[in-house]
């Protein structure tokens, strides 16, 4: 029953999400996937009817470069989280004493609750200076010789220290989740890897990650939906860059969350109210990703029971 309304309440959104961008979805086409421009234009201008929507002149609007830069910035999160979280798992549930885990376990969950705008806060006074002063230039020296890691003098002109970054928030939720599992493993399987002469790493390598894949992914489904939909930490870090693409990894870009919320403000002053319904859409279109990203996963889940059970 509670599944239930659940599932209702996210089709319930996505409805009206479509129902109010729809006059953005008629004037803005297929094109606002694929074009990288979002002007709101003249708007001291007389609104003109373009396609039966009134709008201001010359207002386009494509979100190529926030697909492209939430999609980047989620896939740098899940790098980085999903080692440290896995690490941070293991750590908590098979190198801590047991009086000692819960008290740490406990502080690990406490950064999930931490509000993200700290977390944005931190990352632009203390993580970035950090990156661009240290990590960046070592980046640059060993790996520039990768496109995406190469960073040219042309370049630099164009690149802030307000970089993209990972973040970091996803690394609690994958923790947790993880730990719990481990911990739920049966003694048996333990004893019975040691018993057979297995080392500690490899009976946790061999024995107990394999029993936990399905809740490994299950938690990467979560921790990809939270990076994902991610604001205010991304808003104060990533540059909040419009209308170009990334070149590399150093480039500041804007996620569609990050940007919703930068533009609210300014789209409200658009007469047309045009603005605000393609701002709806980019929320439409970061809601279909998020359902995308979480089908494909149940898909991965749905094949891994299956080989589990024929194993």
């Known amino acids: 029953?509670?599944?239930?309304?659940?599932?209702?309440?996210?089709?319930?959104?996505?409805i009206f999400l479509l129902i109010y961008a729809w006059p953005a979805v008629r004037f803005n086409g297929?094109?606002?996937?694929?074009?990288?421009?979002?002007?709101?234009?003249?708007?001291?201008?007389?609104?003109?009817?373009?396609?039966?929507?009134?709008v201001l002149p010359g207002a386009r609007y494509g979100i190529l470069f926030l697909i492209a830069g939430t999609l980047l910035s989620t896939l740098i999160a899940l790098a980085i989280a999903?080692?440290?979280?896995?690490?941070?798992?293991?750590?908590?549930?098979?190198?801590?004493?047991?009086?000692?885990?819960?008290?740490?376990?406990?502080?690990?969950?406490?950064?999930?609750?931490?509000?993200?705008?700290v977390y944005g806060l931190w990352g632009y006074v203390v993580v970035i200076p950090f990156l661009g002063h240290h990590v960046f230039p070592f980046m640059v020296r060993w790996f520039g010789f990768v496109p995406f890691f190469n960073w040219s003098g042309r370049q630099r002109l164009r690149t802030s220290y307000h970089q993209s970054g990972a973040n970091l928030m996803i690394v609690p939720l994958i923790t947790a989740t993880l730990r719990d599992a481990l911990v739920a493993q049966p003694l048996t399987l333990r004893e019975a890897a040691i018993g057979l002469g297995a080392s500690r790493f490899e009976t946790l390598r061999q024995v107990l990650l394999p029993g936990v894949q399905r809740v490994l992914i299950g938690s990467g489904i979560l921790a990809t939906g939270r990076a994902l939909g991610e604001t205010m930490a991304v808003l104060m870090v990533s540059g909040n860059a419009l209308n170009?693409?990334?070149?590399?990894?150093?480039?500041?870009?804007?996620?569609?969350?990050?940007?919703?919320?930068?533009?609210?403000?300014?789209?409200?002053?658009?007469?047309?109210?045009m603005a605000v319904k393609s701002l709806a859409e980019v929320a439409l279109a970061l809601c279909l990703i998020s359902v995308a990203v979480n089908s494909l996963a149940r898909v991965l889940l749905y094949y891994e029971g299956r080989r589990s059970k024929a194993a």
């Open 244 to 273: 170009y693409l990334p070149g590399n990894i150093y480039t500041p870009i804007s996620t569609m969350g990050a940007f919703i919320v930068s533009q609210l403000d300014s789209a409200l002053e658009d007469p047309t109210g």
């Open 1 to 14: 029953m509670l599944g239930s309304l659940v599932a209702g309440s996210l089709i319930l959104i996505v």
């Open 82 to 117: 999903v080692p440290v979280g896995v690490g941070a798992a293991l750590f908590l549930a098979e190198g801590v004493p047991p009086q000692l885990r819960s008290w740490l376990s406990f502080f690990v969950e406490l950064l999930a609750a931490i509000p993200s705008v």
């Open 30 to 54: 297929l094109h606002f996937l694929t074009l990288n421009n979002w002007d709101m234009g003249n708007t001291y201008g007389n609104p003109i009817t373009v396609r039966g929507q009134q």
